[in-house]
């Protein structure tokens, strides 16, 4: 290998806009700057929102009610013909 060709590898600080700040390593120089992180994301931090304006969920849980519904019947069916 090669020696002084590679950039240095030097402890380095990640700050978000929330204020979070985490250390690690990085051979990019100076602070690095993030929109947002682990801290401050809805869906790790279990605020995130869905948006449904068309409906398109409930009319899915619709269809899937009434799809296990009909297989529940026909399994229920198949058992009483089983008995017989």
Do not use: L, W
Not at 25 to 54: E, L
Not at 64 to 69: I, L, R
């Amino acid at each position: 290998m090669k020696a002084d060709i590679h950039p240095r590898y030097e402890p380095v600080d990640i700050r978000c806009a929330c204020g979070n700040v985490i250390k690690t390593r990085s051979t990019r120089k100076g602070p690095i700057i993030i929109g947002i992180c682990n801290a401050c994301h809805p869906f790790y931090t279990g605020t995130q929102k869905f948006v449904d304006t068309a409906g398109r969920v409930d009319k899915f849980q619709q269809r899937m009610a009434k799809t296990q519904a009909a297989q529940a019947a026909a399994a229920a069916a198949a058992a009483s013909k089983k008995k017989k």
